[in-house]
């Protein structure tokens, strides 16, 4: 198995709203990766854990929080998110930090 | 600061010829360094990597090119398909956190049939 499996794959959301993204892998990767993409642009890294602890966290506003339950799996709760945060949210993971990253095919979110 | 970057924001090119994409990054630091295609709807996909102790390595219809002193990386794609068409991203690997990866802003390549 070398996916990187995401959901859900399209969200709508009020700025109330809470919702949280899924991302979940099986090939016994160590590092896992939340970025964020606007159309045409690069993907912007928002956090990066490593062995199940944050590593990274790219001064991300706090209304978005990652939880890595275990290995396999990353999550990323919304909460009270703005029109501006929409995006497509990418998921990755690598075998170590410093290796390729093998992404999910995303979660496009849409803020209303 | 640490950036990554391309010289050609879009490339045209005709089926069956050979494609260059360029970037170029300012972070002497940076020791391992990544092209990845995205297709439309997809995630980015790998294609070929390279480390800072290497200046060139082939993959199958690709080579990545690493001019370390002029700190440039290129990707030639042999062929050129219509399937190669999608936006590549470099990206690159600092010795100073290895769990940093940073893209580049991406080159669109679109084959002509």
């Known amino acids: 198995d070398t996916e990187v499996t995401q959901t859900p794959k399209h969200l709508v959301m009020g700025m109330t709203n809470k919702k949280s993204l899924k991302c979940e892998q099986h090939?016994?990767?160590?590092?896992m990766y939340w970025y964020k993409q606007k159309a045409k642009k690069p993907p912007e890294l928002m956090f990066v854990?490593?062995?199940?602890?944050?590593?990274i966290n790219e001064s991300v506003p706090s209304r978005f929080s990652p939880e890595c339950p275990n290995s396999s799996l990353l999550n990323l709760h919304l909460h009270a998110l703005q029109p501006e945060d929409s995006a497509l949210y990418l998921c990755?993971?690598?075998?170590?930090?410093?290796?390729?990253?093998?992404f999910g095919s995303g979660t496009q979110l849409s803020v209303l | 600061g640490e950036s990554v970057g391309l010289h050609l924001p879009t490339l045209s090119v005709q089926e069956g010829d050979n494609s260059i994409i360029n970037c170029a990054y300012s972070?002497?630091?940076?020791?391992?360094f990544i092209w990845y295609k995205q297709e439309s709807g997809k995630g980015p996909q790998f294609i070929i990597d390279?480390?800072?102790?290497?200046d060139k390595r082939q993959g199958q219809r690709v080579t990545v090119l690493l001019n370390k002193t002029v700190k440039h990386l290129s990707l030639q794609i042999a062929a050129t398909q219509p399937g190669d068409s999608a936006v590549y991203f470099c990206?690159?690997?600092?010795?100073?956190?290895?769990?940093?990866?940073?893209f580049g802003p991406g080159t669109s390549l679109s084959v002509i049939p």
């Open positions: 990755a993971s690598s075998r170590t930090g410093s290796e390729k990253l093998f």
């Open positions: 090939m016994g990767h160590r590092a």
């Open positions: 854990y490593s062995y199940e602890k944050l590593s």
């Open positions: 972070n002497s630091a940076s020791d391992y």
């Open positions: 390279i480390r800072s102790n290497m």
């Open positions: 990206a690159e690997n600092t010795k100073t956190s290895y769990d940093k990866v940073i």
